[in-house]
Structures are given as C-alpha cells and as structure tokens.
C-alpha cells in the first residue's frame, strides 16, 4: 500500500484547502486507511455493484439476550460476589447491605438503590456533547417538509420564525423547544448545562459533599462553530436558569474543556477509479478542493487529550452524546449498572418511530459481534424495509454513549484507526467527489463487552435531526389534535409526536428543573424548590 505525503500534492491544492480549513494530513492518513481496507461506498444511496463489503449486517432477532431492556428494568440481579467486589473496587461509600437485598447467591438492587449508587459516582463521572456544526441543514426548508405536508402547513409560522432565529447558529444554541404561546424556549445547550447543575446539587444534597468537583462538561466544536459557542457560554454563566445553581454548587459547566475538530477534505469520485485522491477540480476549477465535516466518529482522536486528561483527574467513565437530544441527559441508574456490571461501554437505543430516518441501528454482523450501522451508509433502506416486514424490531440509535475511560483512554488510536470508514459519493454544485466520514457509534463494533440498554424513545431520544422533529415533541405540538382531520399529519407521525411531547413535557420538569403552569406554558423552579424536593426524595 502506497502512503501519501503531503509533498506529492499540488502547492496551489495545499494553499486553497488551508485556507478553508482543511486538515490535509488527517485527510491523507485516512485516505491510507481506505486503501488498507473493505469498504461500502455509496452511489446514488445504495451500495455500489463495485464495491466489496466486508461485512454485510442484519437485524438481531427478538429477544435478544444482549439487550438489556431498560424500559422493564424493576431491579438489578448479580451474583453476590461479583457485586461485593464491584462495590469495593468502586469504592462506593453507601453501605452494601443497606444498599441491596441478599437473596441465596445473589444480590438484588431495587431503583431506588441503584439511583444511589449511580449519584455517589457523580464525582467520578463526565459530561460531553458532540456539537455539531451550524443548523442550515436543520432549518432547510425542503427538508422539513418532507417529512409531512400537512405537519409544515400546519407549523410553518413557527418554523419560520424559529428558522430565522437559527439561520447560521450552531446548532446547540437554537431552541429547543416551542412554547404553547409560539415562543421559543432555552437553548440546547442552556438546557443541558441547568440538567448538569441540578444533577451536581443532587450531589450535594445526598452525598454532604460540598467541595469536590462533579460532571465536568467537555465537548467537540468545529472551526465553524467554536467562537460562537464560546460567546454564548459567556452569556449563559449570567443566566438566571444557571447563575444560582453555579453559586450554589460550585460548578461552573460553561467553562468548557474540549477540543476543535478541523475539517477534512473532498475525495475524489469513484468514477474517476482507485485508490483514491484529494478532490481538486471543484467548481470546474483545477487546484481547487473543498472542505468538509469529517464526522463524530473524529471525537476518539480529536478529544484524545480531553479523555487523558479527564482520566488523569480521576474521572473515570464519560458519557457522550448528540446536542440535538434532549433527551440525552445524565442517568444514575444506567451508571450505576455500567459500573457495576464491569462494561466497558453502554449505548442506548429505542424502538423505531416514522421520525427516526436518519441515523443508525442496532444490527449483528456475520461474526456475531454487534454494531450500529448508518441507514443509507452501512444498510440500506431497502435492506432495513425486508428486516423490519419480516417481523423484526429495528432498534434506532440514540447517540448516547457511556464509556469506562479505563477502557477507552488506552485505545484511543487503536479506535481511530479501527472505526470503519464511509465514503459516500456526492454530485453536488460544486462536482462529483466523495466524502470520507467515520461514525462515533460503530466503536459498539471495537467494544469487548459493551452493554446494550433499550430505553423509550420518550424519554430518552427526543431528537431533532430537523426543526420540524422540534416542534412536533414541543408543547405547541399539541396544536394538531385540533386541525380538521383532513390537515393533520398521518396517523402514526401523530402518535409518535403525542408520545414525544408526553417525554419532553417530564423531561422539562424532572431533569431540567421546570414546573407547568395552568396555561400550559413551563417556568424554571428556584433553586430553594430543587432543594426541597430532593431532600423529601431522600
């Protein structure tokens, strides 16, 4: 195999793709990786004929054992002597008689016990968002509205206003959810931070513990986005849904560890033959390449000095996840049983709705290992349309991750290097040219005994791949059981999004601090109501 050198290219090529940000040297060092291995590249959004697949995934059957199915979880079993370890390694200060009930060989944790646990390990726990880059492709028009005709016509007041607000935003900092009057609520990000802090006074409360630093906050920007963010954070420290629970707690989530993810170049088509180069041409112009987003999947090697950095601290596992998930939020129960079962990693996914079209799913590989594979990249959609007529529930990826630093931190390189590779051919304005991606989700793939954690849709994936998908779990969404039944959007979309707007109305008030007012619209709770409240709970 031929490694690539920066040397070889174009000085013109190299100048143009600097000045647009692109990191070249990554972008060679993956071209290197492609040619060392199978890879599906797409064409026209199916699998090329030309292509040869190393491994072509199918959908785990029903009930499988692997699967932990945290919508029915009532309590937690484990052999007695493995949990007595756990709780010793862990160096839990709770006590482990008082914490579960003996029953033979065998030690049972209720909810209530595992809540504990998972809050007692908060110190020991960090807090990390995938940002994103701006909301173009979030607010664009064409888009939304292919999701229902009727939905747009019926929201398209909001989602233009909304739109207009978030024209050139990155996406964190754009509403996350419309009230009933028509007015937009906090930010992604403002929402997420009040969630940390709160979780972080739980801490307080529970543990007596006043000093030691919790949930710290990290994240992955891009050149596009990361100034923004950084001017935003700068607003939100003074916040009145932040100011007092910082003073309070002591931490302070705006002060963001992370790094910038840089942008890859453009590969050349398939059509013009392997192996593969820099894209040069765009426009019609020679020496001439174009710069873009180089996927999630970039965080192992991107934030590599953030994990290190964290573990050195005494962090010892990391949750990551989407901005765009409101659900996303911090879990002391699925800690508490990530820790205690040993995992290296936890990934959650719920069962697929009509709003879940773009992102990933659950499949098995021929070698049996588990992974996520992208609709449209890794399976296509007519592949996934015979699985799921056959009987087969499809569970869609939520974007959450919760990783053992232990296991993570010593393999980042071996992760960035072994996440496989999607290059998709595009035909755009700018040309014929490819797009090489990797998916942060696939490590479920590198993982040696990952925990698999189906979770309701409701509340834990409220997601908003589009802004249509924001308005529709948003109280306003409530509008269409009102609309003549000849303009509402189809049957299943409405249930998906009554069920969604259910989800995020408990969500606003159990894990970000809000209270419903008689006319429907949501107020922030006090920080002396919090207090209250989680000192009755314990």
Same mark, same amino acid.
């Given at each position: ?7 070889? &290219? ?5 100048? %143009? ?9 990554r972008t060679l060092a993956l071209l290197d990786l492609v040619d ?27 009930? %499988? ?20 370890? $756990? ?23 209720s909810q209530q016990a595992l809540t504990l646990v998972g809050i ?42 909304? +739109? ?24 992604? &990000?403002? &929402? ?72 890859? +170049? ?15 041409? +765009? ?20 934030? +590599? %000095?953030?994990?290190? $950095? ?20 911090? %879990? ?160 299943? &979309? ?45």
């Amino acid at each position: 195999m031929k490694t690539r050198h920066i040397q070889e &290219l174009s000085p013109a090529l190299v100048q %143009d793709l600097r000045a647009k940000g692109a990191d070249i040297e990554r972008t060679l060092a993956l071209l290197d990786l492609v040619d060392a291995k199978s890879i599906a590249y797409l064409a026209s959004g199916s699998a090329s004929k030309a292509t040869a697949v190393s491994q072509t995934p199918s959908i785990p059957s029903a009930g %499988d054992p692997r699967v932990f199915d945290r919508t029915k979880l009532t309590v937690l079993k484990l052999p007695l002597k493995a949990a007595r370890e $756990a709780f010793r390694a862990l160096e839990l200060p709770l006590d482990f008689g008082e914490s579960s009930i003996i029953e033979g060989e065998d030690a049972v944790f209720s909810q209530q016990a595992l809540t504990l646990v998972g809050i007692h390990l908060y110190p020991r726990l960090a807090y990390g968002v995938l940002n994103g880059g701006s909301a173009t492709t979030y607010i664009d028009e064409k888009k939304n509205r292919e999701l229902d005709g009727n939905a747009f016509r019926l929201f398209e007041n909001e989602f233009r206003e909304t +739109a207009r607000v978030s024209k050139a935003a990155p996406k964190g900092v754009t509403p996350a959810f419309v009230g009933m009057d028509g007015n937009s609520g906090p930010s992604f &990000l403002l &929402l997420k931070m009040r969630s940390i802090l709160l979780r972080a006074l739980e801490y307080r409360i529970v543990s007596g513990d006043a000093k030691t630093p919790v949930l710290p906050f990290f994240q992955m920007t891009s050149g596009a986005t990361d100034s923004a963010l950084a001017e935003a954070y700068a607003r939100y420290r003074n916040d009145p849904l932040l100011s007092a629970l910082i003073q309070r707690t002591g931490i302070d989530p705006t002060d963001a560890a992370g790094a910038v993810q840089p942008m890859l +170049a453009a590969l050349s088509p398939l059509s013009e033959g392997l192996p593969r180069n820099l894209f040069d041409k +765009a426009w019609g112009t020679k020496d001439t390449g174009l710069a873009l987003p180089g996927g999630h999947g970039e965080n192992f090697r991107v934030l +590599a %000095d953030t994990y290190r $950095a964290l573990r050195a601290k005494g962090v010892r596992w990391a949750y990551l996840g989407n901005v765009d998930n409101s659900g996303y939020t911090v %879990d002391p129960v699925s800690l508490a049983i990530t820790a205690l079962k040993g995992a290296d990693a936890a990934f959650e996914f719920s069962w697929r709705t009509k709003m879940d079209v773009k992102g990933g799913v659950l499949v098995e590989l021929p070698d049996g290992t588990l992974s996520t594979a992208d609709i449209g990249q890794a399976i296509s959609k007519e592949a996934l349309a015979v699985e799921e007529a056959g009987g087969k529930p499809i569970l869609f990826n939520c974007a959450t991750g919760l990783f053992d630093l232990d296991f993570l931190v010593p393999r980042l390189q071996e992760i960035a290097d072994g996440l496989p590779i999607r290059v998709s051919e595009q035909d755009k304005e700018a040309g014929r040219y490819a797009q090489a991606e990797q998916n942060t989700w696939e490590i479920l793939g590198l993982a040696k005994s990952p925990l698999i954690f189906a979770v309701a849709k409701e509340s834990r994936f409220v997601a908003a791949k589009m802004l249509m998908e924001t308005l529709l779990s948003s109280p306003i969404g409530k509008r269409m059981e009102a609309a003549p039944p000849s303009e509402r959007p189809a049957p299943a &979309l409405m249930a998906t999004s009554a069920d969604l707007q259910k989800g995020f109305s408990r969500l606003l008030e159990r894990e970000y601090g809000f209270s419903k007012k008689n006319n429907g619209s949501y107020q922030p709770i006090s920080v002396l109501e919090f207090e209250s409240t989680i000192k009755k709970k314990y």
